[in-house]
């Protein structure tokens, strides 16, 4: 797909603010439909009132599964058709691995992985029939690479990441293209006092991580990545005819992981030998699909 014969229609999660906002005002803007998917419909009144006819918004809870069938539903009885889903709903959670409590793991699991991966099979069936579908998973540096005291932020991330690179391959015959975003900081409010989740400070970890707690606070507003040129960049590429699997955004993160993958790969250097050294020394190489 190059150039698209039809408007597209969107689902979009977490569409009140941030990148789900931009890139629904960027889609809005070019003359496409949009399905936001939000907690709060009413949050997107001023968007509804300047696009009647193109915006719909369903009330959807992005960390329940159940919700999913309905968003889904909502699009293809308004629309007729699903052509992006954006999976970009999140949260931060800050803490140490001891100090975040089982119920916070998990509601970042499902927030950041489960429910996408649910979207994102609903959809499927839709964007298979058509022979074409783009889908979006909003992922971040930390889903490359995790930093201290938000290894519950990257869990759901890098789970996003490994199950999405999979799925590529696999729905590509079909027409659907996949690409991960992976932004660093932009000001989407993302940190803002009321998104931000920060565990309960346990002593032992209270200097360890007093750095990231202080720098996850203060950062709202003052981040420096801008949601609409990244909202731009995301619209153009879903009508271009090259998508990425994986785009980061933002310069933090193109030094950032690209450090990243640096580091890994001499770390695999070191040890290739040693590594290798424990295969059975008569064995066959396996022969693989990929």
């Given at each position: 797909m190059t150039t698209t014969e039809h408007q597209l229609t969107w689902i979009i999660t977490g569409a009140t603010r941030g990148f789900g906002r931009s890139i629904a005002?960027?889609?809005?803007?070019?003359?496409?439909?949009?399905l936001a998917a939000v907690r709060s419909p009413d949050a997107l009144a001023d968007l509804a009132s300047s696009y009647p006819r193109r915006l719909a918004t369903v009330a959807f809870d992005a960390r329940d599964v159940g919700g999913v069938p309905a968003v889904v539903a909502a699009a293809t009885e308004r629309f007729g058709r699903i052509d992006v889903l954006v999976n970009n709903a999140g949260r931060g959670y800050v803490g140490a691995a001891e100090e975040i409590p089982d119920a916070e793991l998990r509601e970042s699991l499902e927030l950041h992985f489960l429910v996408p991966a649910a979207l994102t099979r609903a959809v499927l069936p839709v964007m298979r029939s058509q022979r074409n579908g783009t889908i979006i998973q909003m992922?971040?540096?930390?889903?490359?690479?995790?930093?201290?005291?938000?290894?519950?932020?990257?869990?759901?991330?890098?789970?996003?990441?490994?199950?999405?690179?999979?799925?590529?391959?696999?729905?590509?015959?079909?027409g659907v293209r996949v690409m991960l975003v992976e932004p660093s900081r932009f000001r989407t409010g993302?940190?803002?006092?009321?998104?931000?989740?920060?565990?309960?400070?346990?002593?032992?970890?209270?200097?360890?991580l007093a750095a990231v707690r202080s720098d996850m606070r203060v950062s709202d507003g003052?981040?420096?990545?801008?949601?609409?040129k990244a909202a731009a960049v995301i619209g153009d590429l879903v009508r271009s005819g090259e998508l990425p699997l994986r785009l980061p955004l933002g310069g933090e993160a193109v030094r950032r992981i690209g450090a990243a993958y640096r580091s890994n790969l001499a770390s695999l250097d070191e040890y290739a030998e040693l590594a290798a050294g424990t295969d059975y020394a008569d064995a066959v190489a396996s022969v693989r699909p990929i």
């Open positions: 005002e960027d889609a809005l803007r070019r003359g496409d439909s949009v992922s971040s540096q930390g889903g490359r690479m995790a930093f201290p005291g938000v290894g519950a932020y990257c869990a759901g991330k890098f789970a996003l990441e490994g199950w999405t690179e999979a799925l590529a391959g696999e729905v590509a015959p079909f993302f940190n803002a006092p009321d998104v931000l989740t920060v565990a309960e400070i346990d002593e032992a970890y209270r200097d360890i003052a981040q420096e990545g801008d949601p609409d």
